[in-house]
């Protein structure tokens, strides 16, 4: 139907140009019939043959800018809200828009492609306004409490107690922030793609293994119990990559569950892929907060996920380096029972793949 309508545009564009030419002609035919008619004709037939053919070209080049002009201000008015847009967003401006795309007809793909690209743009610049208030946020408030607690510690009469808890509280805040750094580069690293990535295979089992002991004074400490149920079991992926995923997964677990608590690591092998579940019997994260964990910076328990030191980056770390295994990531939890993470990696990595 499109290639009918521009074969039908072609023919008459094709008739308008033959008729402008056949009309220039006539025209200088009898413009100079009737001039010879009144002043006399030429004596050689190729001088009225060559005036001929110069008026008619004269005729024919002042109709075209007749023409031309007249059809400037239309297509003026046609390309400059596309041409006002593309400014705007060149300077910045992502909320220009060009309205009532349809009029626009063959060209209409191109004036929907400057709207999305305007608003992709805008969602971009939103995201990265919010990103830089919640990183300007997650440095200040440890940075106050430093502040705070280091100028408490001038005063003299305070007990050798009262001292070692507030020095605790400003390692604590010093650890954290250091830790919202280290994050913060390790997600802008995986997200700008240039971090080297070599997948190997190993055995996941072990690796999961060690992880539970390294993390045994935490757990211990806060009289958690610990289960684990490990399939012998070999991925290919980047172990330390992966371990940072596990990590933060049993760190998170040991963080939300309270003592006397339970966290549950299993490993099983799928068909193609290897099943990984962390569950607690912690206090679980709600059904509107349950959509936006894997988000940066989201902390579903404002207050008690800044109390326990965190900054709401691990998970979407946990998201982008699975995403970067081509696996799965999920979580189920039913507030005041529980939660579970299950992550599915495929056994072997393609060929190139990353
Ligand atoms: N096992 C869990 N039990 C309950 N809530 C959880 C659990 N894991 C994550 N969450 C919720 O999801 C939020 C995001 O987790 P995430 O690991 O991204 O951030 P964080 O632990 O607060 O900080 P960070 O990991 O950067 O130190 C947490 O703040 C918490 O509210
Ligand atoms: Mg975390």
Redesign the pocket.
């Known amino acids: 139907m499109k290639r009918l309508g521009r074969a039908v545009r072609g023919l008459l564009g094709m008739l308008g140009g033959f008729s402008l030419l056949s009309g220039s002609w006539t025209a200088s035919y009898f413009i100079l019939k009737a001039l010879f008619k009144r002043f006399g004709s030429p004596s050689s037939d190729y001088v009225s043959q060559l005036l001929g053919v110069l008026l008619g070209f004269m005729l024919l080049f002042c109709i075209g800018g007749i023409i031309s002009l007249i059809t400037y201000g239309r297509q003026n008015k046609f390309y400059s809200p596309i041409l006002n847009a593309v400014r705007r967003i060149s300077k910045g401006d992502f909320t220009a828009k060009v309205e009532d795309v349809k009029r626009y007809g063959r060209m209409g793909e191109l004036v929907e492609g400057i709207n999305e690209m305007a608003s992709e743009l805008s969602r971009m610049e939103t995201m990265r306004q919010d990103f830089i208030s919640n990183v300007s946020h997650e440095i200040q408030s440890p940075l106050t409490s430093i502040r705070g607690f280091a100028r408490a510690l001038r005063a003299e009469d305070l007990s050798r107690e009262t001292r070692e808890h507030y020095l605790d509280i400003i390692e604590g805040e010093s650890t ?1 922030l250091s ?2 750094s280290d ?1 913060l580069l390790k997600l802008s690293v995986l997200e700008s793609g240039s971090f080297p990535f070599e997948a190997k295979p190993y055995r996941l089992d072990r690796q999961l293994r060690n992880i539970l002991l390294a993390c045994e004074p935490q757990w211990m400490g806060k009289g958690i119990e610990v289960e684990a149920e490990l399939a012998e079991m070999t991925v290919t992926g980047a172990e330390d990559l992966l371990s940072q995923v596990w990590n ?2 049993l ?3 040991i ?3 309270p003592p006397g608590g339970t966290i549950t690591i299993t490993a099983r092998p799928m068909d193609t892929e290897v099943e990984v579940r ?1 569950s ?1 019997t ?4 709600s059904k509107e ?1 349950l959509p936006h ?2 988000e ?7 207050a ?3 109390g ?11 998201k982008k380096i699975i995403d970067l295994h081509r696996g799965k990531v999920s ?1 189920q ?1 039913s507030p005041g029972e ?2 579970v ?1 299950v992550v599915a990696l495929p056994v072997s990595l393609k060929e190139g793949s990353e």
């Open positions: 954290r830790g919202l994050s933060n997964l760190h998170n677990s963080k939300f569950t962390v607690d912690g206090t679980g994260i907060d964990i894997f940066r910076f989201y902390k579903a328990d404002k008690r996920s800044a326990a030191g965190g900054s709401g980056l691990g998970l979407s770390l946990v979580a939890s529980g939660t993470f």
